[in-house]
């Protein structure tokens, strides 16, 4: 039974890096979520930490300005114990918000745990088992630069599976604390994971 008002939104993930940005796209009509686009922008060529910061802002804004998404989330810098690279996370990562706060886009921020918790239901799980669970939920063949792209793209879908407790609410700081992602993915949307997971006994 089709509802006659399901809701679209399309998502833009980012992994603001200093190295390499990944990003992905994900749109969200009702439960279903699918691929829009996921992809990198490399960044180690340049050598001025300013011009990165630079091309980080650019690639941001023709980002939006090309597929017009509805909001943006981000992988929040993790506590590392160099000091100057958390620095520079945290640069990027501003950087990115305010190419979206310029076009007026709600922003979300997710720490890396949260992200693969929400994706795989393992907060400790591998960057390759976070892209293998979001290959089996999105239906889109390997790239030779999917791990770069999937950290961007993981994002996007972490936010999606959020919508029931933040209806639209998005904030930095990732919103309301509530009992979503995974498990209450899994429960809506059984015939989409049947066989990306073993059934319970």
């Given at each position: ?9 399309v ?13 992905g796209?994900v749109k969200?009509t ?13 960044l180690?060529h340049l050598?001025?930490?300013a011009l990165?910061?630079?091309r980080?802002?650019e690639?941001?804004?023709a980002?939006i300005d090309e597929y017009?998404?509805?909001c943006m989330a ?6 590392g114990k160099?000091?100057q690279?958390m620095?520079?996370?945290g ?13 007026q886009?709600p ?15 393992n907060?400790?799980?591998t960057?390759?088992?976070v ?7 999105l239906k ?6 999917f791990l ?6 993981a994002?996007?879908?972490c936010h ?6 933040l209806?639209?609410?998005?904030s930095i700081?990732?919103?309301k604390?509530a009992?979503?992602?995974?498990a209450?993915f899994?429960?809506?949307?059984t ?7 073993p059934k319970?006994?």
């Open positions: 039974m089709q509802q006659p008002d399901v809701k679209e939104r998502i833009l993930g980012i992994d603001p890096g200093t190295a390499v940005m990944g990003y796209l969200e009702g439960p279903k979520v699918e691929l829009v686009s996921l992809g990198i922008v490399k180690d050598d001025d930490h990165k910061l630079q980080i802002f690639k941001t804004i980002l017009h998404p509805d981000l992988e929040a810098p993790f506590y160099n000091i690279v620095l520079k996370l640069r990027a990562q501003g950087v990115a918000m305010a190419a979206a706060l310029s076009r886009l922003i979300a921020e997710y720490a890396p745990r949260k992200i693969k918790q929400s994706i795989t239901g907060g400790n799980a960057k390759e088992q892209a293998a669970m979001l290959q089996t939920l889109f063949e390997e790239t030779p630069q770069d792209a999937t950290d961007g793209l994002v996007a879908v999606a599976f959020q919508k029931i407790s209806k639209g609410t998005s700081g990732g919103g604390k009992k979503t992602g995974w209450a899994v429960k809506d949307n015939e989409r994971v049947s066989g990306a997971l319970k006994k």
